[in-house]
């Protein structure tokens, strides 16, 4: 009897039936804020290659050796072994400086990718319902990255960190009741102590698992209740159903990350960050002059400068120095109001249905206004962790520019705030204009009844979509199309009304 022969399956053809096939048949609108995701992905993978490697030579300890190394100026003092390791990596091992300065420059442009995203995804409305915990889940991602950055500043062990590290305590110290327990646990005894020991599984392992964890439960949830469109690609009549999110948006996002890496090569290539041999090794006793925090952290920074010096109270037998106690509390509410924005939002506006079309920040007035206030106070505070280098550059005193700065934080956010709506009024009127007119072509024609109108150019279809205001007056393509020809009818006429 003759056997049937076994078909093997095609291990590819059995890949493009499974979770390729799934992938294929999703699809996503291209929009210009996509990238930053991409971005911020790229920098993540950055750092957890280069981490990986700079692990095999550095050493986490505080105990202290004798520099014998081949950078002169330092030969035979005395420095911790994490200094001494990074001086080794820096100066010694093929390829160590191009490792560690990679590795700085990803970790200062993940911060910055990162914020472009929430503020793109704000100005959007690309939080409210059903990607309220999207939102917040990007927002503690962001957090946790920042207090990364932050673990890892102080790694090397060179005078900048010490300087920022003694600041730390400085802050944990003037915090009542608690602070003492806190600098101790931190720190592992007086400064500088057993810091480097600590922060060192917070920089490698804490804060990496829980970045992974936020953001694959982030990318979850998207995959799960999809993508949001650009309000032109939901009108159009013209509009497509979007790229496949496999293959074609997934190699357009593994192209733009080689790109994001190799920018990042090059920026550790060529251009120097954190150079620890100039700084030297930290000293108990000693600060750097002129020493500022990473860009990310200049913010705390400026809310501890913009507060007046000195003030502080005697209450219940402890003494409250509100110098640290208002800027902790200022940030700390600055973000807390970030996370459980798009509840407050939806409470406040009385909104329960769910948003699958992103909205033009003109469109939205008050929520861009709101937007442009925060960035207006985050950026007045990162400007005061800069403030004796601006004083310093403009030759002014601190004590001046730390006057004006303090002056912008009270009346800047709200100054920007009517500023920015009423432009964004502005817009709205001038695109419901041409949505309905069309476009000024400057040409003005004589009418059979002796009347001087101007002939609009029509709006082409998908532009029409974009220029539609939802809630405003209905603006069809007809009406546009009326002032083609002004001899078989009137073109309408411009109205500040309209």
Not at 68 to 85: I, N, T, Y
Not at 141 to 164: E, I, K, N, R
Not at 262 to 277: F, N, Q
Request: with cysteine; charged share 15%.
């Amino acid at each position: 009897m003759r056997r049937n022969p076994v078909r093997r399956r095609d291990p590819l053809t059995a890949f493009g039936q499974g979770p390729a096939a799934t992938l294929g048949q999703r699809r996503v609108h291209l929009h210009w804020a996509n990238l930053f995701g991409v971005v911020s992905f790229a920098c993540l993978l950055v750092l957890a290659a280069t981490g990986v490697v700079l692990m095999f030579t550095y050493v986490p300890s505080g105990d202290l050796v004798t520099y014998d190394g081949p950078h002169e100026p330092l030969a035979g003092a005395r420095v911790s072994k994490a200094f001494d390791s990074t001086m080794e990596i820096s100066f010694e091992q093929a390829g160590g400086m191009l490792i560690r300065q990679t590795h700085h420059w990803a970790g200062l442009v993940l911060p910055a990718a990162m914020i472009l995203q929430l503020l793109a995804l704000f100005f959007t409305g690309g939080f409210r319902r059903p990607r309220r915990a999207g939102w917040v889940l990007l927002t503690l991602a962001f957090l946790t990255v920042l207090v990364a950055g932050w673990s890892g500043y102080a790694l090397p062990d060179d005078m900048l960190s010490g300087t920022g590290l003694r600041i730390v305590e400085g802050v944990m110290l003037g915090i009542p009741v608690v602070g003492t327990w806190l600098a101790s646990w931190t720190f592992g005894g007086r400064f500088p102590g057993e810091v480097v020991e600590n922060l060192y599984p917070v920089h490698v392992v804490v804060t990496p698992a829980l970045i992974a964890v936020l953001l694959l439960a982030r990318a979850r949830l998207a995959y799960v209740r999809g993508s949001a469109r650009p309000a032109a690609a939901a009108r159009s009549p013209h509009a497509t159903l979007g790229m496949r999110l496999w293959p074609d948006a997934a190699l357009r996002a593994a192209g733009l990350s080689a790109i994001t890496a190799a920018v990042l090569v090059l920026l550790g290539a060529t251009s120097t960050i954190s150079p620890i041999g100039s700084y030297g090794p930290t000293a108990a006793g000693d600060v750097g002059a002129g020493s500022q925090p990473d860009w990310y952290m200049g913010f705390l920074d400026g809310a501890l400068r913009l507060v007046p010096a000195g003030w502080e109270a005697e209450w219940f037998g402890w003494t409250w120095t509100f110098a640290v106690l208002v800027p902790l509390l200022v940030v700390g509410g600055y973000f807390l109001l970030v996370v459980v924005h798009p509840f407050v939002a939806d409470w406040v506006t009385g909104d329960t249905v769910e948003h699958h079309v992103l909205d033009r920040p003109r469109n939205v007035p008050a929520r861009t206004g709101l937007g442009v206030a925060g960035m207006v106070f985050y950026g007045v505070l990162w400007a005061a962790g800069g403030a004796d280098i601006l004083a310093t550059a403009f030759g002014l005193t601190v004590e001046s520019v730390i006057t004006v700065l303090q002056v912008a934080l009270v009346t800047g956010p709200p100054l920007s705030f009517e500023a920015t709506r009423r432009i964004c009024v502005g817009l709205r009127r001038r695109d419901r204009e041409i949505a309905r007119h069309g476009y000024a072509t400057g040409r003005i024609v004589r009418l059979a009844s002796g009347e001087y109108v101007e002939v609009r150019r029509p709006v082409p279809g998908p532009e029409l979509a974009r220029l539609e205001v939802p809630g405003g007056a209905p603006a069809t393509r007809g009406e546009a199309l009326r002032s083609r020809d002004p001899r078989p009818q009137r073109p309408a006429r411009t109205s500040p009304d309209s």
